[in-house]
């Protein structure tokens, strides 16, 4: 069975301060993709990173940086340095290479609140 | 360029009413698929197509038809709604491959009553 859990619901922090979002999954297949996307108070879906099963190689793009580890089968994303602009509803998501079609599988989301 | 457009973007049914949710996409891409959005439980899939007159359910289908006469285009019906179909309901489309990213729309909010 394919399953992404991200365990928090909420996180609420103050603007600067450092934020992780967990990711856990499960998949038994050996080649799948995972992916990050952001949902802003306006509502749209948007497509943060990927990362395909093979590539353990941790990844930053500016205050983002995510750390992928198989072991653990986890894909977590920090953020670094928050702004009020980084609230949004973030989900995690897994694109499992045996399914027809391409389908994610999504986790709960995890709500972030930035304060300033 | 707009990407996935999804018409309305608000909608009220009363118990019973049908109506069709329009997805558009103007990307030239093979796959589309219809999610639902609840509070805690992420985004589950209703039905999805990988190529045009082609439709497949997905996780959550009870309900639901859908039709994909045209490329662009991703019907998804409700015949008879039901309050438990109150949600956020989202297209979105792709290129095929597992490492393409899902482009979506901007969500349509649907209220049975």
């Known amino acids: 069975a394919q399953k992404v859990t991200q365990a928090q619901t909420e996180i609420s922090v103050v603007e600067k301060e450092d934020v992780t979002l967990d990711c856990v999954y499960e998949?038994?297949?050996?080649?799948?993709?995972l992916f990050w996307y952001k949902q802003p108070p306006s509502g749209e879906l948007v497509f943060l990173i990927r990362?395909?099963?093979?590539?353990?190689q941790n990844e930053i793009s500016g205050r983002y940086s995510w750390n992928f580890q198989k072991s653990t089968s986890s894909f977590n994303f920090t953020i670094t340095a928050s702004q009020v602009v980084d609230s949004a509803v973030y989900f995690c998501a897994l694109s499992p290479g045996m399914e027809y079609g391409n389908k994610l599988v999504f986790g709960a989301g995890t709500i972030l609140r930035v304060k300033s | 360029n707009a990407g996935v457009t999804q018409t309305p973007k608000f909608r009220v049914l009363k118990t019973g009413q049908s109506m069709t949710l329009l997805c558009a996409q103007d990307?030239?891409?093979?796959?589309m698929y219809w999610y639902r959005q609840d509070p805690g439980m992420g985004l589950r899939l209703i039905h999805y197509s990988v190529g045009e007159g082609t439709t497949a359910k997905g996780e959550v289908p009870d309900g639901y038809n859908v039709s994909r006469l045209k490329k662009q285009n991703f019907l998804l019906g409700l015949e008879s709604a039901a309050p438990s179909q109150t949600s956020v309901y989202f297209c979105?489309?792709?290129?095929?491959?597992?490492?393409?990213?899902?482009?979506f729309g901007q969500g349509t909010r649907l209220t049975v009553v």
């Open positions: 990362r395909n099963s093979f590539d353990e």
């Open positions: 998949t038994r297949d050996t080649t799948y993709y």
């Open positions: 990307m030239n891409h093979e796959y």
């Open positions: 979105a489309s792709s290129y095929p491959g597992i490492d393409t990213e899902a482009f």
